[in-house]
T-cell receptor, first 112, second 112 residues
Framework: EAGVAQSPRYKIIEKRQSVAFWCNPI?????LYWYQQILGQGPKLLIQ????????DSQLPKDRFSAERLKGVDSTLKIQPAKLEDSAVYLC??????????FGEGSRLTVL | GENVEQHPSTLSVQEGDSAVIKCTYS??????FPWYKQELGKRPQLIID?????GEKKDQRIAVTLNKTAKHFSLHITETQPEDSAVYFC???????????FGTGTRLLVSP
């Protein structure tokens, strides 16, 4: 089966600019996650969707981050305006009925 | 919310030795505990998981144990091989696979 697709793989922007990441989960996976992984740390959950509804976004910095999954399939994560501390890999994952998460390759963001 | 602590942060062993990584969690309602392996520059991949209705699970050289009373779980790798070298993350989630929270990671180095 096809895996979780993410784009772009790499993005370099200056602080205060905006950026958007796209994710297409594995077909049939109702649950979609966005994680932020800063170098040397574990993935931190930003937002979890079940179909097109938000299950948890308690750690999403809502003043600058937003995410949507309008049709319950693919999702977009946006950062506006970006800060230096947003430099990280943004991992999208989807899960099957057993709860196993399948991660995408990630989108590496560098904020200068 | 859930907090997952992981130790040690780095672990060096000789090929053929055993390696043990330990995690503790804070939310007694958590009932799903997966372990992920992340090689340098790659996505995390599930290697084994355990649910709260069992105390131990084994898959070839890898085993996981769970102590619900103490709220800790451990990963055991026997007969380690150089290809086991990677960063390992534990995680815990609430019922319904909600809010999967990761530990801080353990960098395992297996020397030939």
């Amino acid at each position: 089966e096809a895996g979780v697709a993410q784009s772009p793989r790499y993005k370099i922007i200056e602080k205060r600019q905006s950026v958007a990441f796209w994710c297409n989960p594995i077909s049939g996976h109702a649950t979609l996650y966005w994680y932020q992984q800063i170098l040397g740390q574990g993935p931190k959950l930003l937002i979890q969707f079940q179909n097109n509804g938000v299950v948890d976004d308690s750690q999403l910095p809502k003043d600058r981050f937003s995410a949507e999954r309008l049709k319950g399939v693919d999702s977009t994560l946006k950062i506006q305006p970006a800060k230096l501390e947003d430099s990280a890999v943004y991992l999208c994952a989807s899960s099957n009925m057993d709860g196993e998460l399948f991660f995408g390759e990630g989108s590496r963001l560098t904020v200068l | 919310g859930e907090n997952v602590e992981q130790h040690p942060s780095t672990l060096s062993v000789q090929e053929g030795d055993s390696a043990v990584i330990k995690c503790t969690y804070s939310d007694s309602a958590s009932n799903y505990f997966p372990w992920y392996k992340q090689e340098l520059g790659k996505r995390p991949q599930l290697i084994i998981d355990i649910r709260s209705n069992v105390g131990e699970k084994k898959d070839q050289r890898i085993a996981v144990t769970l102590n619900k009373t103490a709220k800790h779980f451990s990963l055991h790798i026997t007969e380690t091989q150089p290809e086991d070298s990677a960063v390992y993350f534990c995680a815990a989630s609430l019922p319904g696979f909600q809010k999967l929270v990761f530990g801080t990671g353990t960098r395992l180095l297996v020397s030939p």
